[in-house]
């Protein structure tokens, strides 16, 4: 793929940002209270994709300032929404939500190069797919084929995407089944125990072996009938 391709090519991605909380001064309750007295404010540090250049703001004006870009055109609404769950899930000291694939993981490379990239601030897969030149030289040697690496496993991912997504849902579909057997396998393992308990089991009778007689009733004389016998025949 050539630079002009994969800049044409190459997907828009939000800035990264992470929040600290600062202790500032607070010069008026200082000289009013006749000691020193500290307010914690929220920052938040902002680093824009394919960028090293990194800045800090207050977090409350810089969404404001977001808002005014989103309104504007020039920020999609999307990114202020999950820079808002970044900051949300910040606050309630949960760990922040990635937009990708993490590199922290990606068994496509080395753990030495996946914390290389963490430290570079190319956090997902997608970052490093879309690496500009100016990310390829702080990459240094091999930069070219990291990123190669990367767009190859994102176009296979979605070549393959519905198909693996396909067999997920059959292999849940026969975990459902394989649970399903195994409760109707263990009701009838419970009703043959409680069969048993109520009365001696009946025994099987091969077809073969039954005669009518086994079968009908015994005859029984009509009332008051007499049976009468012939006799003999004279010899």
């Not at 977090?59 to 900051?87: H, I, K, N």
């Not at 099987?204 to 005859?219: H, K, N």
Request: overall charge negative; proline content about 6%; charged content about 25%.
């Amino acid at each position: 793929m050539s630079a002009a391709e994969l800049a044409s090519s190459r997907e828009e991605r939000p800035a990264h940002v992470f929040f600290e909380r600062i202790a500032v001064e607070d010069k008026a309750a200082s000289l009013r209270e006749g000691r020193y007295v500290a307010r914690d404010i929220d920052y938040v540090n902002v680093t824009p994709a394919y960028s090293k250049d990194c800045y800090r703001a207050k977090a409350e004006s810089w969404f404001t300032q977001v808002e005014s870009d989103v309104g504007a055109g020039r920020t999609p609404e999307r990114w202020l929404e999950q820079w808002r769950e970044a900051y949300r899930r910040w606050q309630n000291g949960q760990e922040m939500p990635l937009n990708g694939t993490p590199i922290k993981g990606w068994g496509v490379i080395s753990p030495a190069q996946q914390e290389m990239l963490i430290r570079m601030n190319c956090l997902t897969v997608e970052d490093l797919a879309g690496t500009n030149d100016e990310g390829l030289r702080r990459i240094g040697m091999g930069g070219i084929d990291l990123r190669s690496k990367a767009q190859a496993w994102l176009q296979s991912v979605k070549d393959h995407g519905p198909l693996t997504l396909e067999v997920t849902e059959l292999r849940k579909a026969n975990v459902n089944l394989e649970m399903q057997v195994a409760t109707l396998t263990d009701q009838v393992a419970k009703l043959g125990a409680q069969v048993g308990a109520q009365g001696p089991a009946l025994a099987l009778v091969e077809p073969d072996s039954l005669s009518a007689a086994d079968i009908l009733p015994d005859p029984e004389p009509a009332a008051g009938k007499r049976v009468r016998h012939r006799a003999a025949d004279p010899e």
